[in-house]
């Protein structure tokens, strides 16, 4: 038996809705008002858990103390008889919450985007699998708390297809990661506030994809949202349920210089503007070297796939600075990497140990398009490397920047520049200001990078 007084009054208002669906109407000759209400404790009794009493006309409206209600006129006041019984205390307070949300409340009027296209993910799925997402979305569209038993799937099941819809869907940017199998969770369910929000992100989303528009290659574009990304936002260690740190508000709606997210938040930003432009993309999952959980992107640039990687570009800086910005991860092949930083790609692991596969990814196989590619900065001899890395250094130490970056065709190649690195230190202590350079070359993407200490 239910006890809370919350159930019985939720109770006692859904049986008023249900008569009045059924078309009751005021039996008093319109004479003076009446308040009464139908006693559902009891079931379909009456208080004191008796049958209640039929007329030729109905069943005869009760009060609290189970005493025959009256109107105006002295005569007593009855209802249709039921031909459905009404709910019993078997119920729990979510059936009953449930079943008065179908049936008298609208659906909120949420101003967020549709999808366009398919899901790299979703078409990997199951027609079974397809059939959960498409109502889990549904059910985050129309901010709904449930949408099945507990038992109706493995914790597993859910969480594949319910992480899914979290990592792949992110004009959903209200959606909670909190996991529990039927239900869905919300940072917030006030569909005005969601709106508003929405307002602030496409504010911005607005102007870049009008910027990016106006370039004339798919490299370009992409260049233009990496680069926002990298220099109007700054890492947050800290993952909590309860902010947008994993989520495109924190990236491009906070209204903050630097919105504070996790990597979670750089891919569906980049995933959402990429959408935004017409560009086919993903946010893909993993794990770094050292186990913490990872996500970046994997995207199509003129027929062929490429891992594009912003959180690990960002230089995280406390200020932003147009001239501090990396282009390691730009567009990189699965070969530079896939089992070298970038761990279990396309699972996640649960609290239980075991990992689920969310999608295995396109194969990235291609260097054509990379950053460093594109822009003739690959060195295949030491003598031109060395002269690259060193016109680097001078032109950072110059206009004040940090990075300065090549890449070089081989690992031969690679260990030559890499072990001058003192000679590199000591060149860059011969300009005003500099103290020297750190070490943050990479090995796995043959990328030759130092980052110039200022005094």
């Known amino acids: 038996m239910l006890k809370s007084k919350k159930f019985y009054s939720v109770l006692a208002i859904a049986a008023a809705l249900t008569i009045c669906a059924a078309g009751c109407s005021s039996e008093d000759g319109g004479s003076g008002e009446v308040s009464a209400s139908v006693n559902v404790i009891g079931g379909d009794g009456a208080a004191d858990g008796s049958e209640p009493q039929e007329t030729a006309s109905g069943v005869i409206v009760t009060d609290e103390n189970g005493e025959a209600v009256t109107g105006a006129n002295g005569n007593v006041l009855t209802e249709p008889a ?41 078409s990997t799925l199951t027609a079974e699998e397809k059939k959960l997402y498409d109502e889990i979305v549904a059910g985050i569209e129309g901010l709904r708390y449930k949408i099945c038993e507990e038992d109706a799937y493995s914790l597993e099941e859910w969480s594949k297809i319910y992480g899914l819809v979290y990592m792949q869907e992110p004009r959903l940017f209200y959606m909670n990661a909190k996991l529990k199998v039927g239900k869905l969770y919300y940072l917030t369910k006030d569909a005005s506030v969601i709106n508003d929000m929405q307002k602030s992100i496409d504010a911005v989303a607005d102007k870049l994809v009008a910027e990016a528009n106006g370039k004339s290659t798919t490299f370009e574009k992409l260049k233009v949202f990496h680069d926002y990304l990298v220099l109007n936002s700054t890492f947050e260690l800290k993952e909590e349920l309860t902010n947008y740190n994993s989520t495109i508000y924190n990236a491009l709606g906070s209204g903050e210089a630097q919105g504070n997210i996790q990597c979670a938040g750089y891919a569906k930003a980049m995933q959402y503007l990429c959408d935004r432009a017409g560009i086919v993309s ?60 970038h761990m279990h790609v396309g699972q996640k692991k649960l609290s239980n140990g075991n990992y689920i596969t969310y999608f295995t990814p396109p194969a990235c196989v291609s260097n054509d398009k990379n950053y460093f590619v594109t822009n003739g900065l690959v060195y295949s001899d030491f003598d031109s490397a060395d002269k690259a890395i060193r016109a680097e250094i001078e032109r950072a130490a110059k206009d004040g920047s940090r990075t300065a970056q090549i890449a070089v065709s081989s690992k031969d190649v690679y260990k030559q520049v890499y072990d001058a690195r003192n000679d590199y230190n000591g060149y860059a202590k011969g300009f005003s200001g500099v103290k020297g350079v750190s070490d943050e070359c990479n090995e796995n993407l043959l990328v030759i990078e130092f980052d110039v200490i200022y005094n």
């Open 282 to 341: 993903m946010v893909v999952t993993g794990e770094t070297s050292t186990g913490q959980t990872h996500a970046w992107n994997v995207v199509d640039v003129d027929g062929k796939w490429y891992n594009l990687d912003a959180t690990w570009d960002d230089p995280i800086l406390n200020t932003p600075n147009y001239k501090n910005i990396r282009y390691n991860f730009f567009l990189v092949p699965d070969s530079g990497i896939h089992n070298l930083t």
């Open 82 to 122: 039921h031909t459905e019984p009404l709910p019993t205390d078997t119920l729990s307070e979510d059936d009953i919450l449930n079943a008065m949300t179908a049936a008298t409340t609208a659906a909120p009027q949420l101003n967020i985007p549709s999808t366009n296209t398919e899901r790299y993910g979703y």
